[in-house]
């Protein structure tokens, strides 16, 4: 008898979320099967890309880099029904977790207005020894900040107008690939479209130099396995953290 705890299935009553990561491509590692799920349910899903991952091909330059990744990651939204995204530019992998990406991530909510926030493990690893990246810990961390902070008109007032107003309507944040998951939402009928929206960084994964890597494979292992948990064939499996602001 398996000692694996099944995973309970997120709450789906909400019509607008945020996806706040680190880099391109860090959704379509873990969340873009999920977030083709909930455009096709007539939900608004919105990306904000903390940097445009420049940094992340050795053969490129930064700025040669910055904007092959920005249109891969149009493409990828594309695949998945999603149609905003913003790129705040911030220096990728020197990302530091404090108050001033806290301010930063806080103006995004308040303008953005989301009842979910998504974002992506910021566990020190992946389960065992994968140790996580320096740049995902500190937004995730400062994600979970920014959504209180979002709610108090007293931290960063100095953004507030009659145009930008606080906003505590943030139900949970929620982080896909974390290693403490508890719960889930089936990804099977959306699994190719999540495999599609990763191919679509193909410079990317080029550039990683991993000679016959598969997407669909990758994804898979992951998917399979979380939906063994909830009970279906492919699942993308997600850590709650409940905010307490609400209406």
């Not at 207005?113 to 992946?126: C, L």
């Not at 995902?136 to 145009?163: K, T, Y």
Request: a negative charge.
């Amino acid at each position: 008898m398996s000692d694996v705890e099944p995973l309970q299935p997120l709450d789906e009553t909400w019509q607008r979320a945020l996806c706040i990561v680190a880099h391109p491509d860090d959704m379509e590692f873990g969340a873009a099967a999920a977030v083709a799920r909930w455009t096709g349910q007539g939900k608004e899903v919105a990306y904000c890309l903390v940097t445009s991952g420049e940094a992340g091909i050795d053969g490129m330059t930064p700025p040669e880099c910055r904007e092959v990744r920005e249109a891969e990651q149009r493409e990828s939204c594309r695949v998945v029904g999603v149609s905003e995204i913003d790129f705040l530019g911030l220096a990728d992998g020197v990302l530091e977790y404090g108050v001033e990406l806290r301010r930063v991530l806080a103006e995004v909510v308040r303008r953005h207005r989301p009842e979910i926030v998504i974002t992506g493990n910021f566990r020190e690893t992946w389960g065992g020894r994968n140790l996580n990246q320096a740049d995902h810990i500190a937004v995730g961390r400062a994600v979970v900040d920014a959504v209180r902070d979002a709610g108090n008109r007293w931290i960063f007032p100095e953004q507030l107008s009659a145009e930008l107003e606080p906003w505590g309507g943030v139900r949970e944040v929620w982080a896909f690939g974390s290693p403490e998951s508890e719960h889930a939402v089936d990804t099977t009928d959306t699994f190719a479209a999540g495999v599609a929206s990763l191919e679509a960084h193909r410079a990317y994964i080029d550039g990683l130099g991993w000679a016959d890597w598969d997407a669909e494979e990758f994804l898979e292992g992951g998917a399979r396995a979380s939906g063994a948990r909830l009970g279906v064939k492919f699942a993308a499996a997600f850590e709650v953290f409940p905010m307490g602001w609400g209406e």
